[in-house]
T-cell receptor, first 116, second 112 residues
């Protein structure tokens, strides 16, 4: 079974630009979560999608948005990039059912975003 | 609310034991443990659900004290392969819209 894939793996942008990151979950997984990882902050929850609906959102500004398609693939978008957005962005998929995130999450390799 | 992990870092010799703690100020429904090696994605270790159960596989086990909103991860007779950063994640309820919130991690270094 193929794992979670994320594209692109590396991205360099300048302040003020926008970026779209993509995540393809494991086949059959309907839940996709996004996390921002920076040194010292651990894994900060961005949002989770389940069957094309955003079920939860973390404490990030509205510049961070996402969506999920009918095939469970997900994208996240960051507009008006700031230097502080430089981070590793991880997505994770799971077999999470309607009852919430109580299943194993499978993480992708991440997209390393650098904002100059 | 982000769970608090302790210690932040620990260095052990191969064969020694380690305990990593995770605590929350809010009631919890489940606690999740993940390990991330340098340059790799986090990998699932185990989930503990409300009920105070203890789980384990190989020489890694964990407990969950729901009354204290605390979980502990136990690594016995540590091996070099155990090195990495350990994250606990918590979910506060069984409702579908609850998020998984991770702590800032505990860096474990095993030396020969």
């Amino acid at each position: 079974k193929a794992g979670v894939t994320q594209t692109p793996r590396y991205l360099i942008k300048t302040r003020g630009q926008q970026v779209t990151l993509s995540c393809s979950p494991i086949s059959g997984h309907r839940s996709v979560s996004w996390y921002q990882q920076t040194p010292g902050q651990g894994l900060q929850f961005l949002f989770e999608y389940f069957s094309e609906t955003q079920r939860n959102k973390g404490n990030f500004p509205g510049r961070f948005s996402g969506r999920q398609f009918s095939n469970s693939r997900s994208e996240m978008n960051v507009s008006t990039l700031e230097l502080g957005d430089s981070a590793l962005y991880l997505c994770a998929s799971s077999l999470a059912l309607a009852g919430g995130l109580h299943n194993e999450q499978f993480f992708g390799p991440g997209t390393r975003l650098t904002v100059l | 609310q982000q769970p608090v992990q302790s210690p932040q870092a620990v260095i052990l010799r191969e064969g020694e034991d380690a305990v990593i703690n995770c605590s929350s100020s809010k009631a919890l429904y489940s606690v999740h443990w993940y390990r991330q090696k340098h340059g790799e994605a986090p990998v699932f270790l185990m989930i503990l659900l409300k009920g105070g159960e203890q789980k384990g596989h190989d020489k890694i086990s964990a407990s969950f004290n729901e009354k204290k909103q605390q979980s502990s991860l136990y690594l016995t007779a540590s091996q070099l392969s155990y090195s990495g950063t350990y994250f606990c994640g918590t979910v506060r309820s069984n409702f579908g819209n609850e998020k998984l919130t991770f702590g800032t991690g505990t860096r474990l270094t095993i030396i020969p």
